[in-house]
């Protein structure tokens, strides 16, 4: 597999979680309610998930313009459409 598809779908994945745990920090399903909390565990989230696919991806993905459009980017609009469908519906 490309390491460009594999970077682009591990933060796709994990946007996913990070949605999931966004709105339930939204909704107040853990005890309490906070928007702002939810946007930093996303951005802790992506953060960790830079560094995974920094080591599986080595040296073959450089450069901040790269990750920016193969990482950073697809999970950012997959987490904010993830998330608005979530708080939406659920």
Do not use: C
Not at 68 to 80: E, H, N
């Amino acid at each position: 597999m490309d390491k460009t598809v594999m970077v682009t779908s591990i933060h796709i994945v994990f946007a996913l979680i990070a949605a999931l745990i966004s709105t339930a920090l939204t909704l107040g399903w853990l005890g309490f309610k906070n928007d702002v909390f939810a946007f930093f565990v996303a951005a802790i989230i992506l953060y960790f998930v830079g560094q995974l696919s920094q080591r599986v991806a080595g040296e073959e993905i450089s450069g901040f313009s790269q990750w920016l459009w193969d990482g950073i980017a697809p999970f950012f609009f997959t987490w904010v459409i993830s998330f608005t469908l979530f708080v939406m519906y659920l």
